[in-house]
């Protein structure tokens, strides 16, 4: 028993892929209007203050290397002074204090999921030694099997877990004029979580030379949940990564990897090809009723996002300082929309006819008739509340220099981890920097989110553990045996 429970301690890598995967699966039963988040939430902070105790109290953070590693300073200091100016722009400075502190209602990824996020990535940052990779990449293949297969069973249209009582919560959501529900579980593998893939694309690569077949049978895994994804941009790219693979095992004369990197990325695809067919034939043999749509709407997509950055970048420039607070864009987007798209907006939410133009208060648009203003013909509520760009959302929500104190964190953690030199320090990086792409047409949510931030902070406590043993390994005596590893180094 006490093998069991080590191997699920803090400073093991395999605890935080556990927690992580904790966080993405909480579920919560909700009314089948709300998004479950609250949950979410609640599991992250939980797991925040059981790592805090348990780290302070059996010692597992090393902080003193801080006074040693000037590099790694930099990367606590620069997440502690974002952290800091966030409270102050979204509790203090902010117009809209009275929701910040949670999120808009439905939504809540306001201040505490990004200050939860923060924190989880400290405290795997300060661990003293993240071990047990191997052991943490065979949970993640484990935990993952149950994960792909769930979200292929939703995109062809069946609902696995509707039929538990730990699992009924539902979220309704319109597609092409067919009421398409989602347990609330996946919310449909769409952006919400489809960036889940390009997170675990660094595990089948940490365990490539130690278990090969284990690494081809998970990325062979990750292009099957990528095939039913939601989130177009993770289709992309993961078949940029596998294409990326294919070059690597061609150079190297890797044949079966190149097989592998091939059959991966057709399957990959297939979510485009083979899904619909085979929804439409389950349709006609009655196995599944609700009709999905599959078509690849990128350009109409592209096109959206930019009249959310630009709306948004002008909302920012009015508070550029301190910025508006998270998920307040929804009470002042359309005050900074031109005309000419905000009427786009009502033909595609209000059918707006000719001879009508519409009106907002807030982000309640009414159609009226420009002789009768007051005569409100038809109306909806249309809440922007994130502008689909972590970088946007940044600069609108905490101004300019919460911008920089964002891309300063980031940037440092990134050199230092990129300095440590080949290891997994820097392939675990990859994923993260994967996310970091994807949230350039995205934003953060409570199910993909804190798991980011445990394994980005978990690379740099490898990275500075790499260079810990390398600073040792040049100051050890003439007599240690060439072959000394790092292990035996560091236990002098």
């Not at 790592?51 to 040693?68: K, N």
């Not at 993640?140 to 009582?165: K, R």
């Amino acid at each position: 028993m006490n093998k069991v429970l080590q191997s699920f301690q803090p400073r093991f890598f395999s605890f935080w892929v556990l927690a992580g995967f904790l966080v993405f699966w909480a579920v919560w039963k909700t009314s089948p209007t709300d998004v479950i988040t609250d949950v979410k939430l609640i599991v992250t902070g939980a797991l925040l203050v059981y790592v805090l105790a348990y780290g302070i109290l059996e010692r597992q953070f090393d902080v003193s290397r801080l006074r040693r590693d000037r590099g790694l300073a930099l990367v606590v200091a620069s997440a502690l002074a974002y952290l800091g100016w966030m409270t102050l722009s979204d509790l203090v400075f902010s117009p809209s204090r009275s929701y910040t502190l949670i999120g808009w209602p439905t939504w809540h990824s306001g201040y505490l999921l990004y200050a939860l996020c923060t924190g989880l990535f400290l405290v795997a940052t300060l661990t003293r030694r993240i071990e047990g990779v191997e052991q943490g990449v065979r949970l993640a293949f484990f935990i993952t099997v149950p994960t792909v297969l769930f979200c292929v069973l939703e995109y062809l249209g069946f609902n696995p877990l509707s039929s538990s009582v730990w699992f009924t919560s539902l979220t309704q959501v319109r597609v092409n004029e067919a009421l398409s529900v989602f347990p609330i579980l996946f919310a449909g593998n769409s952006g919400y979580v489809s960036a889940v893939w390009l997170l675990l694309l660094p595990f089948p690569l940490l365990v490539l030379r130690s278990s090969p077949r284990l690494s081809a049978a998970f990325w062979l895994l990750l292009a099957v949940g990528v095939s039913a994804a939601h989130g177009k941009a993770s289709v992309l790219m993961f078949g940029a990564a596998t294409l990326l693979l294919f070059v690597w095992a061609f150079r190297a004369g890797r044949g079966r990897w190149m097989a592998v990197a091939l059959a991966s990325f057709a399957v990959g695809s297939s979510g485009t090809f083979v899904y619909p067919a085979l929804q439409q034939a389950l349709v006609q043999a009655g196995v599944v009723t609700r009709e999905r749509s599959f078509g690849f709407v990128a350009k109409e997509s592209l096109a959206g996002r930019q009249v959310l950055w630009s709306g948004a970048l002008r909302a920012a420039a009015d508070r550029p300082l301190t910025g508006w607070g998270l998920e307040t864009l929804q009470n002042h987007f359309f005050d900074y929309l031109p005309k000419a798209q905000l009427e786009d907006v009502g033909r595609t939410y209000l059918d707006l006819k000719p001879g009508e133009t519409v009106r907002h208060f807030g982000y309640l648009l009414v159609v009226v008739r420009p002789a009768q203003p007051t005569v409100f013909l038809r109306q909806a509520r249309v809440e922007i509340v994130k502008p689909h760009n972590m970088l946007i959302e940044e600069v609108y929500s905490h101004g300019l220099p919460g911008l920089v104190l964002l891309l300063l964190l980031a940037g440092s953690a990134g050199v230092y981890i990129w300095r440590s030199g080949p290891g997994p320090a820097r392939v675990l990086a990859l994923g993260f920097a994967a996310y970091a792409a994807y949230l350039t047409g995205w934003f953060l949510t409570p199910s993909v989110a804190p798991m980011a931030f445990m394994l980005f902070g978990a690379s740099v406590s490898m990275a500075a553990s790499a260079r810990q043993a390398r600073l040792a390994l040049s100051a050890v005596p003439e007599t240690l045996p060439a072959t000394a590893s790092p292990a035996q180094v560091l236990s002098l």
